[in-house]
């Protein structure tokens, strides 16, 4: 089966763009350039543009033209129940976790509250900066319940997937609920994640259940919102 022709050219764009050809943050060739250089028409160039823009490549700016920038790490886990370790290492991408702290603290009214514990009732507080391709693109911050899991510190999680610990523990996570807002990011978390301060920050608030409906996990997790994006899937 031939391949069609936008598919040619954005795989050629793509190529100039890993080559250096193109660099980040410079000027592609405007459309009608292009169609000069391929031959042809409007609506092809376009096609093979917009895949670019869609995979993160390329992105269309007002006033100025097509710039290369940085691809976007496509995030599933708002539909699929999987750690970011499995989910980054079945696309083909290097995902490496640096512990910031690992620690035994008394719950927060909003630990508690997501953990149906008593306020002042122990949990563990782990603090984890994921990376991507040598990129750090997360910080996540979970809470555990101790009375569950009392030798849960002896973990090396830097190794370990949480989900796989608590799973082996007893308390598989079956179902999770997820809230999701927008904020900017501060002095510490710019330092960590590599990002301008005030800059945009997806900002997830996750519970994760068990059988019964038990929760054993609370995190807040603070995602770059330059180098990720997220697929939300939805059925009738």
Same mark, same amino acid.
């Not at 250089?37 to 006033?63: C, D, F």
């Not at 699929?80 to 009214?109: Q, W, Y």
């Given at each position: ?9 954005? +795989? ?8 250096? !050809?193109?660099? $980040?943050?410079? *000027? @592609? =060739?405007?459309?009608? +350039? ?38 976007? #790490?496509?995030?599933? #886990?708002?539909?699929? @129940?999987?750690?970011?370790?499995? $989910?980054?290492?079945?696309?083909? @991408?290097? =995902? ?26 122990? /949990?563990? %507080? *782990?603090?984890? *900066? ?5 990129? =750090?693109? !997360? ?14 510190? &002896? ?5 370990? %997937?949480?989900?796989?610990?608590? +799973?082996?523990?007893?308390?598989? !996570? ?8 927008? @904020?900017?990011?501060? +002095? ?10 005030? &800059? =945009? *920050?997806?900002? #997830? ?25 997220? /697929? #939300? &899937?939805?059925?009738?």
């Amino acid at each position: 089966m031939s391949i069609p022709l936008h598919k040619k050219i954005s +795989e050629d764009l793509l190529q100039k763009i890993k080559s250096g !050809v193109y660099p $980040e943050n410079e *000027l @592609i =060739p405007t459309e009608h +350039e292009l169609v000069e250089m391929y031959g042809v028409s409007r609506p092809t160039i376009r096609h093979a543009l917009q895949s670019l823009v869609n995979e993160g490549y390329l992105e269309k700016r007002k006033k100025r033209g097509t710039v290369v920038t940085k691809p976007k #790490f496509q995030q599933e #886990f708002t539909h699929v @129940i999987e750690s970011f370790d499995s $989910e980054m290492s079945r696309k083909g @991408i290097a =995902p490496k976790t640096k512990i910031l702290n690992f620690t035994i603290m008394k719950a927060s009214d909003e630990v508690a509250e997501n953990l149906r514990l008593n306020k002042g009732d122990k /949990v563990y %507080k *782990l603090i984890r *900066l994921r990376y991507a391709e040598d990129k =750090p693109v !997360v910080l996540v911050t979970s809470y555990i319940p101790h009375y569950l899991f009392p030798r849960f510190q &002896e973990i090396d999680f830097t190794q370990e %997937k949480l989900y796989k610990a608590l +799973e082996e523990a007893g308390y598989p !996570v079956i179902a999770v609920s997820r809230k999701l807002e927008v @904020i900017k990011a501060d +002095e510490t978390t710019s330092d960590l994640l590599d990002v301008e301060i005030d &800059e =945009p *920050l997806f900002y #997830f608030h996750t519970q994760g259940f068990s059988n019964d409906r038990r929760p054993v996990e609370y995190s807040i997790s603070k995602y770059r919102g330059d180098l990720n994006y997220f /697929v #939300f &899937e939805l059925s009738q």
